[in-house]
């Protein structure tokens, strides 16, 4: 029987920004819709991604009340193309780096503009359920 050969796991390449989370005990890196999800104390914190754009570079999980003060502090971030209640550093822009390592710092000083409770959606109150009709015979 032949061996399958070992896989060799390939570094994401912002794995060096979530680096400086791991000392926390709390830090937990989850993959999630193929980005990897920064979780702090319980929060969701970043995401980073690495694909093409949208997808390249820092999501920063957010609410909305919070999108000014962080937009002000971090001009860079804009809402998400696609995940609009999120904001986004992408990759492209010329102070990527040094943003997010301050929104790291951030994370790990647990700032509470930053991250969001998993699962926390708000619930749509369910439909009663309609009279099932009669098929006359």
Known sequence: MRERPATVRRPHRHEWLWEPLESDPTFVLRTTFGVKAAYVGGRMMLCFC????????????????????????????APHK????????????????RTATVLIALARRRDPRLGIIPGTKRKRPKKAASPRKRRPR
């Open 82 to 97: 696609i995940l609009p209640k999120w904001l986004y550093l992408p990759e492209s822009v010329d102070s990527f780096e």
């Open 50 to 77: 690495a694909g093409e754009e949208p997808w390249c570079g820092v999501l920063v999980c957010t609410d909305r009340e919070r999108h000014a003060a962080l937009q002000t502090e971090f001009p860079d971030l």
